[in-house]
T-cell receptor, first 117, second 113 residues
Framework: GAGVSQSPSNKVTEKGKDVELRCDPISGHTALYWYRQSLGQGLEFLIYFQGNSAPDKSGLPSDRFSAERTGGSVSTLTIQRTQQEDSAVYLCASSLETTPRGGGTQYFGPGTRLTVL | KQEVTQIPAALSVPEGENLVLNCSFT??????LQWFRQDPGKGLTSLLLIQSSQREQTSGRLNASLDKSSGRSTLYIAASQPGDSATYLCAVRQKTSYDKVIFGPGTSLSVIP
């Protein structure tokens, strides 16, 4: 596609429900990132995928958060038993990793605004 | 632990002025540093990417420099325009056992016509 897309653009859910957020990276981009931006806060790094692998999950806020990526393309971020403090904009980015590792420009999607009531 | 700071937090300038935004980071073990702009309610747009081996990058009226040894980067905007009004964020791609990207808190820029 032309850019990174995310769905849904807005999600309102009740406390305790599970939600799944989707990211479609730019075609051919091997690296994919998830971030969270809470109201009035900076961007918080959550997780990074190189291909389908995420070597470091320590950025995920709690064990209620999980992420996967299949086929080196689409990624889903799942939040189980949502809490009000999970309300934020969840942003996804992708980049074409080059050699040496880490050199790619990140392109961001428009984000998913999650509201937990 | 890597910390990224940006000064000033907010800046208001009249149209036409040249301005400098500052970004500092505490750990110089980085792959690159990237500058973004974020418009209200929207995602991030990449402006400039500087690899760790580079000193500066230019795009149009924007020039970004990187001094890795001192942990500093500056974004210079020439002849500012009202359309430049946005929040400007810097981010470092950290060299650790695993990759992390650490963002600064941003500088909110307002260019007054």
């Amino acid at each position: 596609g032309a850019g990174v897309s995310q769905s849904p653009s807005n999600k309102v859910t009740e406390k305790g429900k599970d939600v799944e957020l989707r990211c479609d990276p730019i075609s051919g981009h091997t690296a994919l990132y998830w971030y969270r931006q809470s109201l009035g806060q900076g961007l918080e790094f959550l997780i990074y995928f190189q291909g389908n692998s995420a070597p470091d999950k320590s950025g995920l806020p709690s064990d209620r958060f999980s992420a996967e990526r299949t086929g080196g393309s689409v990624s889903t971020l799942t939040i189980q038993r949502t809490q009000q403090e999970d309300s934020a904009v969840y942003l996804c980015a992708s980049s074409l990793e080059t050699t040496p590792r880490g050199g790619g420009t990140q392109y961001f999607g428009p984000g998913t605004r999650l509201t937990v009531l | 632990k890597q910390e990224v700071t940006q000064i000033p937090a907010a800046l208001s300038v009249p149209e036409g002025e040249n301005l400098v935004l500052n970004c500092s980071f505490t750990d110089s073990a980085i792959y690159n540093l990237q500058w973004f702009r974020q418009d209200p309610g929207k995602g991030l747009t990449s402006l400039l990417l500087i690899q760790s081996s580079q000193r500066e990058q230019t795009s149009g009226r924007l020039n970004a420099s990187l001094d890795k040894s001192s942990g500093r980067s500056t974004l210079y905007i020439a002849a500012s325009q009202p359309g430049d009004s946005a929040t400007y964020l810097c981010a470092v791609r950290q060299k650790t056992s695993y990759d992390k990207v650490i963002f600064g808190p941003g500088t909110s820029l307002s260019v007054i016509p």
